[in-house]
């Protein structure tokens, strides 16, 4: 099977900087997409960014301008980093990824999660 590991979280205040990290291991033949979502309390779950194989990225309306996404594609690894970061940032932030499993063909998974407060 497949684990995506995500770091980076923690606390930081508002107008400080955070980098997500997410790792994907297993059986792995290929990654297409990978992203990043947060679901704050209380609220449904949010597409961050996402960023295609060739690197084509793509993000939501709220985080442009302050976070970047990015990815190794030989390390199997995604990156989130988040700069002039506010209050409503604050979530828990998901690592997802389209991936392409040896003998299983291609399915999507997502990682555990990793908290990110931002304190004003």
């Known amino acids: 099977q497949v684990q995506l590991v995500e770091s980076g979280g923690g606390l930081v205040q508002a107008g400080g900087s955070l980098r997500l990290s997410c790792s994907a291991s297993g059986s792995i033949l290929s990654i297409n997409a990978m992203a990043w979502y947060r679901q704050a309390a209380g609220k449904q779950r949010e597409l961050v960014a996402s960023i295609t194989t060739g690197g084509s990225t793509d993000y939501a309306e709220s985080v442009k301008g302050r976070f970047t996404i990015s990815r190794d594609n030989a390390k199997n690894t995604v990156y989130l980093q988040m700069n002039s970061l506010i209050p409503e940032d604050t979530a828990l932030y998901y690592c997802?990824?389209?991936?392409?499993?040896?003998?299983?063909?291609?399915?999507?998974?997502w990682g555990q999660g990793t908290q990110v407060t931002v304190s004003s």
């Open positions: 997802n990824a389209d991936v392409r499993v040896l003998y299983r063909g291609s399915r999507n998974y």
